[in-house]
T-cell receptor
Framework: KAGVTQTPRYLIKTRGQQVTLSCSPISGHRSVSWYQQTPGQGLQFLFEYFSETQRNKGNFPGRFSGRQFSNSRSEMNVSTLELGDSALYLC????????????FGQGTRLTVV | QKEVEQNSGPLSVPEGAIASLNCTYSDRGSQSFFWYRQYSGKSPELIMFIYSNGDKEDGRFTAQLNKASQYVSLLIRDSQPSDSATYLCAVNMDSNYQLIWGAGTKLIIKP
């Protein structure tokens, strides 16, 4: 059974650009959550999608957005990148919405220069 | 504000000893509790979950839940250097059915 796949694994972008990250959940899982993790920080919740609808959203500016497709694949977009957006972005897949066991992808490491 | 608290550590434990990791949470209505292990530079990996008061054992790992005192702990018996990692506690807060994460405890097992 394939795990959670995140692409790309590494990304270098320039301040002011935008970026799109992709996450393919485990087959049959309908919930996808996104997190930002910076050194020394815990997991900062960005948003959760279930059946193409955003269920919950964390305290991030509107530059961070996401969506989910009918096949449960999800993308997150960050516009007008800032240096502080450099982080590991993690996607977690769950069978159901709202706080069931979550399985993480390997993450996308974004560096903004 | 709904919170999950963990001691950031590092917690240093000799090889072969029992490592005890603790987590407290604020929402008394919380129903599900999860422990994840995260190696440096890697993504979190689910190692245990517990729903009911008491102990749940899986190999060298034991999760303990006390809802009255609002804490959950993870015991690692016969600690190995490969157990050195950051351990994250996550709690399903009843009111909005969202996983709330602690900041993690860094565990170091000394050979």
């Amino acid at each position: 059974k394939a795990g959670v796949t995140q692409t790309p694994r590494y990304l270098i972008k320039t301040r002011g650009q935008q970026v799109t990250l992709s996450c393919s959940p485990i087959s049959g899982h309908r919930s996808v959550s996104w997190y930002q993790q910076t050194p020394g920080q815990g997991l900062q919740f960005l948003f959760e999608y279930f059946s193409e609808t955003q269920r919950n959203k964390g305290n991030f500016p509107g530059r961070f957005s996401g969506r989910q497709f009918s096949n449960s694949r999800s993308e997150m977009n960050v516009s007008t990148l800032e240096l502080g957006d450099s982080a590991l972005y993690l996607c977690a897949s769950s069978l159901a919405a709202g706080g069931t066991e979550a399985f993480f992808g390997q993450g996308t490491r974004l560096t903004v220069v | 504000q709904k919170e999950v608290e963990q001691n950031s550590g590092p917690l240093s434990v000799p090889e072969g000893a029992i490592a005890s990791l603790n987590c407290t949470y604020s929402d008394r209505g919380s129903q599900s509790f999860f422990w994840y292990r995260q190696y440096s530079g890697k993504s979190p990996e689910l190692i245990m979950f517990i729903y009911s008061n008491g102990d749940k054992e899986d190999g060298r790992f034991t999760a303990q839940l006390n809802k009255a005192s609002q804490y959950v702990s993870l015991l690692i018996r016969d600690s190995q250097p490969s157990d050195s990692a950051t351990y994250l506690c996550a709690v399903n807060m009843d009111s909005n059915y969202q996983l709330i994460w602690g900041a993690g405890t860094k565990l170091i097992i000394k050979p």
